[in-house]
């Protein structure tokens, strides 16, 4: 079956680094187009990050721009982020997201999330 399976999280304090790692099983990963969101207490879900495919574009939220970096590698069906500088604010859950779309179907797949807490 579909699984995404976050890791990497943790509590670490301001200034600090975190690599979070998505591994995928049970379908197509490279077919996929990979995303990371993150949700804080009270807040909505939001975009961190997005790679095509291949790994030859990618996107941020604006906050995220300069700190983050997100990357894969579909020889391991695995997606990262690096996240660096990072800062109070950006506790959260962070979940990882696979996309497929076409003409005919979309799919959605959505990991179970892996907390991250940013405090000294």
Known sequence: ??????????????GGSLRLSCAASGFTFSNYVMSWYRQAPGKERELVAGITTTGGSTNYADSMKGRFTISRDNAKNTVYLQMNSLKP?????YYCNAHYSNSYV???????????????
């Open 1 to 14: 079956q579909v699984q995404l399976v976050e890791s990497g999280g943790g509590l670490v304090q301001p």
């Open 89 to 93: 604010e950006d506790t959260a859950v």
């Open 106 to 120: 979309t799919r959605d797949y959505w990991g179970q999330g892996t907390q991250v807490t940013v405090s000294s």
